[in-house]
């Protein structure tokens, strides 16, 4: 924590974008340890009656929940709960290549309060309308910026994508009810996109399918590339030379102009040599040969118990009666459920706390990097691969990003969200209400623990 921010350091960082937790801030400055970095500024909800979007402090039910990895438990203390999170947990799923825990710095309050209002105008209403920068903080979370390749950004030429991918399968847990049958089916995205639909929140549900990017099949790779560039809500942004080119600068990107389009497929061109094509054959060729979505696939599958199972094991950890259960009335899942409640502390917090880190896979985000190879060069730090249509390699790296820890009273939450949008999907029917959703390969699409857009 050597490295202090403090008012007069404000004016060189703007903004770069955000998620339902974190502002982030891109440096803009001259010093050379600063180049290339980003930093992650903890935000509040405006609304306290919503349940905060990310965990700094650690009820007692949550030390007995994260209570076998020590170095978290005691990250609390540090106020480091970020960075020991993304360290000692999800680089453990992840792999330790594809996850930058970060360095943290303090922040004065002017600090903050300056770089707040400096970068009000940047940042999309709604998102202005749900949260603000935490003034009251006293440090954030300084990472590099994997958009670049380098601390040199100037001298650099990239394009990046930036991919959340959101759930990958489709859950087939006992302890789902009949009358949620559906969701054994029907992905959560895809369920998901009809309320947003209804709600106003989208004008067009989205094309993109997540079960085809995680298929490991290279031609569902490419379509789930493809919709993107029609549908990429917050799923999808590309950045030229680390400036955004494509996609919302707040995570979300409802419509997309002709215009925005043309003008980053040229920043393709010029930067890559790529047509359109041959980038979609680019960025699917990296995520087969780097196994990343593999990894965060298997992350995601450590929710064996699906909400309606898991729900259960967080009234035994919080020591309350189960409010699921006075509501039920079928005598063969009370059965299940009685199973679950008789569980032993330990077995129990094991399960929740495996949901929460499946959580966190199912809502983080996938950069992915690329600039052309130097000829001749066979001593680079980076994986490469070879794109045959213009016979030429590409040095990639790959990083997971967003990997915030979600707080254990967040659980009813869950349920209560799957619950809405299961109920509303089963009762509008599967189509016929949303006129948009006539688009190949939506039958299939799944996003779990999603943060609604208020």
């Not at 350091?9 to 974008?17: L, Q, S, T």
């Not at 949550?62 to 947990?89: F, M, N, R, T």
């Not at 980053?264 to 040599?273: A, I, M, P, T």
């Not at 006075?326 to 199973?339: G, M, P, Q, R």
Request: glycine share 6%; aromatic share 8%; charged share 25%.
């Amino acid at each position: 924590m050597e490295v202090v921010l403090h008012a007069g350091d404000a004016e060189d960082w703007v903004y770069k974008g955000e998620g339902a937790a974190n502002l982030i801030l891109s440096y803009t400055g001259s010093s050379p340890s600063m180049l290339g970095k980003v930093l992650r500024a903890k935000k509040v909800l405006n609304d306290k009656a919503q349940p905060a979007p990310n965990c700094v402090n650690f009820s007692s039910y949550e030390q007995l929940v994260w209570g076998d990895i020590p170095e978290l438990i005691e990250s609390v203390k540090q106020g480091s709960v970020a960075q020991a999170y993304a360290v000692h947990v999800m680089s453990q799923h992840l792999g330790h290549d594809h996850v930058d825990g970060g360095v943290r710095v303090s922040v004065s309050k002017d600090f903050l309060e300056i770089v707040g209002k400096n970068v009000l105008s940047a940042r999309p209403a709604w998102r202005v309308n749900a949260s603000a920068i935490d003034t009251n903080a006293d440090s954030a979370l300084l990472i590099s910026d994997h958009s670049l390749f380098s601390g040199k950004p100037r001298g650099s030429s990239c394009i990046a994508v930036e991919i959340k991918a959101k759930c990958g399968f489709l859950p087939s847990s006992e302890y789902i009810s009949k009358e949620n049958a559906i969701k054994k089916q029907v992905t959560r995205y895809k369920m998901h996109q009809h309320l947003k639909f209804h709600q106003g929140q989208i004008s067009k549900t989205s094309e993109y399918d997540p079960l085809d990017l995680f298929s490991g099949s290279k031609e569902r790779i490419r379509t789930a590339i493809k919709s993107f560039f029609s549908t990429p809500q917050n799923n999808f942004r590309i950045f030229v030379n680390g400036s955004l080119g494509f996609g919302g600068m707040g995570g979300g990107a409802d419509k997309v102009l002709a215009n925005e389009t043309e003008k980053c497929l040229e920043d393709l061109r010029k930067v890559s040599g790529l047509q359109l094509s041959d980038f979609i054959e680019l960025l699917s060729e990296a995520i087969s040969k780097s196994g990343v979505l593999d990894k965060l696939l298997a992350t995601q599958k450590l929710d064996d118990h699906d909400i309606e199972g898991a729900i259960h094991l967080y009234y035994n950890i919080i020591s309350q009666p189960c409010l699921v259960c006075k509501n039920i009335t079928d005598a063969e899942l009370l059965h299940k459920y009685s199973v679950l409640h008789s569980l032993p502390l330990d077995k129990s917090c094991k399960i929740v706390r495996d949901f929460l880190i499946s959580a966190t896979a199912k809502d983080c985000s996938l950069m992915m990097c690329f600039r052309p190879r130097e000829c001749e060069r066979t001593d680079s730090e980076y994986d490469s691969v070879f794109l045959q249509s213009v016979n030429r390699a590409y040095d990639y790296k790959a990083y997971f990003v967003d990997l915030d820890v979600k707080p254990l009273d967040k659980m009813t939450h869950y349920f209560k969200l799957d619950q809405k949008i299961v109920n509303f999907y089963t009762k509008s029917g599967e189509i016929g209400r949303v006129p948009c959703d006539s688009q190949k390969g939506v039958g299939t699409s799944d996003d779990t623990a999603v943060q609604p857009q208020h």
